[in-house]
Nanobody, 126 residues
């Protein structure tokens, strides 16, 4: 498994932007697909898929809820994957997690990812 650490979360007003980072250690991310998920607080809230990028960086997928606002990218030299978020909404408030897997398989679901970070809180105020 690869060790993942998220950073870049914080408090931002609606309409603002944040860039999250997912830094890997212990192993190169070069041949991993990496995804971002989020989980809002509250009973029954499931971990929601936000973005995924394949090992080459040439293929990405987003759900409709974030398409056009979120962009996932990767920097192999820095062993890091990013999630650029713009036009943030209060409903984007959640803990954001990155996860890695040996391949990009659809549909994207948390169960298919074996390595996870501990998460970073994103709070969007109205």
């Amino acid at each position: 498994q690869v060790l993942l650490v998220e950073s870049g979360g914080g408090l931002v007003q609606a309409g603002g932007s944040l860039r999250l980072s997912c830094a890997a250690s212990g192993r190169s991310l070069r041949y991993y697909a990496v995804a971002w998920f989020r989980q809002a607080s509250g009973k029954g809230k499931e971990r929601e898929f936000v973005a995924v990028i394949d090992w080459s960086g040439s293929t990405t997928y987003y759900p409709d809820a974030v398409k056009g606002r979120f962009t996932i990218s990767r920097d192999s030299a820095k062993n890091t994957v990013y999630l650029q978020m713009i036009s943030l909404k209060p409903e984007d408030t959640a803990v954001y997690y990155c996860a890695a897997d040996s391949g990009l398989r659809l549909p994207v679901s948390p169960e298919r990812f074996g390595s996870w970070g501990q998460g970073t809180q994103v709070t969007v105020s109205s």
